[in-house]
C-alpha cells in the first residue's frame, strides 16, 4: 500500500516536515550520488509561488547533507527554452542561496535515451538525472490549465533539458496525449522520494496563475501516483478523471484509488478551489471537445493589453510560430497555428496571457 504524508508546516519551521518525511521514508543516502529537483517554471520571486519555495529546499538540501552523500546536485531544467535561463531562473527565486553552493546548471550536459516512437524516438535526459542514484523531487502545489494540475509526476517533465519539451508538447496535438507524454518522461527515471511544497499552492488559472492559495501543508510520498491522487482530491478533482495518472497506472507506476493509499495525516478538499476556467478534467474524458481542442476552436492564448509589455518573449518561445507582434505591439495568434500548448501561458513574465 502506497503511503502520502500530509503534514502542517510554514516556510519558517518545515525542517520539522522534511524531518518527518525522511523518517517515513527512509533512503539511504550514505555514499550516494543525490539529485534534488525542485519545481522551477521560470525566472520569478519566491512570493509569486511559481516555483518550489527556497525555505523547502534549503531545508531538504541540509537534511541530505546530514546523511552523508558522496554528492549533491540541485538543478531543473526551466520552461522550455531554457537556455541561459537556468541561472537566472533559480537566483530570481533565491534558489540558489537555499542550494548551499550544490545548484548546477543540468541543462548543460545530457545523454540520449530512448523514448516512445509515436512521439520521438529518442530524447536527451539531463545527465545529473541519470547518473544520480538517488532522485528527490521536489513539487509544487499548483493548477495546469493543459493537465488540471501539476504535481509530482510532472515535475519530472524538467529532466529534458532545451526545446523538447516544447517539441513533446507539439506533437501531442492536445492535452490527452500530452498527459500520456508527461507519463512517458515521468518513467525515464522514477524519482525515489516526492516532497511537494504545499505551503502555499497555486489555484485557478496556473501554472502561473496570481492566485495563490495559504495550504500549509507539505506532503511526502515515495509514489508519485499517490501524490498526485492525494492532491487532485484536495483540488476537488477526482483523481481517476486525469489521463496522467490513468496512464501512470496503466504503466505500474502506482494506483489513485484513495483505498489503496495510507494517508498519514489529514486529508479534506480544500473548499472552494478554484480549478482552471476551461475545465480541463471534464474536457480530458470527450472526445468530441478533444476534437473540437483539436481543430482549433476552442483555447487560445490572449494577451492581455493592460499587462502586456511588448517583450516578445512569447513569440520567440513559440514553437509553431503561431504568434506575432501586432501594431499596437500586443502580440496576435494564429488560431490555425496555435496548437494550445499553453507554453506562451506559461512563459511570460507578466502573466499578461489568459485562454479564451
Ligand atoms: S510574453 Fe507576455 S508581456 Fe511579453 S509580449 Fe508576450 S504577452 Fe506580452
Ligand atoms: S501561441 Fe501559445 S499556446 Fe499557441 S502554440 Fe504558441 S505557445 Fe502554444
Known sequence: MSKVMIHPSTYENVRQAVDRAFEIFPVELKGKKVLIKPNVLRSSRAEEGIVTNPAVLRAVVEKVETMKPASIIVG???????????????????????????YQNIGNDSRKVDFNPAFLPTVNVSRAVLDADIVISLPKFKTHGLTVMTGAIKNSYGILPGAQKAWLHKESGGPVRFQEILVDVFRLRVPDLFIMDAVVGMEGNGPASPDLRDIGLILASDNAVAMDAVVATMMGCEPGRLRTLQKARECGLGDYDLSTIEVIGELKPLPDFKLPPFSGEVLLHNEAIQTLIHNRVIMRPHADPDLCTGCGTCID?????????????IPRVDADTCISCFCCQELCPEKAITLK
Request: charged letters at 20%; hydrophobic letters at 35%; proline letters at 2%.
Open 76 to 102: 531543473d531544467n526551466p520552461g522550455l527554452f531554457n537556455y541561459g535561463a537556468n541561472e537566472e531562473s533559480f537566483r530570481s527565486a533565491g534558489l540558489i542561496e537555499a542550494a548551499k553552493g550544490y
Open 317 to 329: 518561445q513559440c514553437a509553431v510560430s503561431a504568434l506575432s507582434m501586432g501594431d499596437d505591439n
